[in-house]
């Protein structure tokens, strides 16, 4: 068998993109970690009137960032929390430390992870897999109010069942 013949295509929508939806989620962390945001983005995506299409989540901080991760074991947060600070750990000797310790680490987590995500959106809910979430991950000490914009475009519910 063939590289071409083991992948399996299953169209799930063609057609205009006739809305765009977007939104501004203020995410309060309690400092270092992980914070599901899926719920608040299904929320959200529930009103937007988008059947079919695609979601982009956007962190708009550089000290701050997105991950899909596993939503069952809150074990798999914690390794990959520990697997941060062993990458860029804190007490380091930094160049940029004007905003204290904890601030260039969380540049260099940030750039390990992602500040933009891409999401299908299926007939209106997020195509994301059984075991998968929506987290903002703070890489600074102390609370923040971080900025999320989420954006939807695709085909309007109306349009997908006619």
Do not use: K
């Not at 550089?62 to 697997?83: F, G, H, K, Y």
């Not at 299908?120 to 971080?146: C, F, K, M, N, S």
């Amino acid at each position: 068998m063939t590289q071409r013949e083991a992948i399996e295509t299953t169209p799930l929508f063609a057609g205009p993109v006739t809305r765009h939806a977007s939104a501004r989620l203020l995410v309060r962390t309690r400092g270092p970690g992980f914070t599901d945001i899926t719920q608040a983005i299904r929320r959200w995506l529930a009103t937007s009137g988008i059947a079919d299409g695609l979601l982009t989540v956007f962190c708009r901080h550089t000290s701050a960032s997105l991950t899909i991760q596993e939503n069952a074991d809150p074990d798999v947060r914690t390794d990959l929390a520990a697997a941060l600070e062993r990458l860029a750990p804190r007490g380091e000797s930094y160049v940029h430390a004007i905003e204290g310790p904890d601030d260039m680490p969380a540049h260099i987590r940030t750039m390990l992870t992602d500040t933009a995500l891409a999401v299908p959106i299926v007939a209106g809910r997020l195509a994301l897999g059984t075991w998968q979430g929506i987290y903002l991950i703070e890489h600074r000490d102390r609370p923040h109010a971080r900025e999320v914009i989420v954006t939807a475009s695709g085909a309007a519910q109306d349009d997908a069942s006619a």
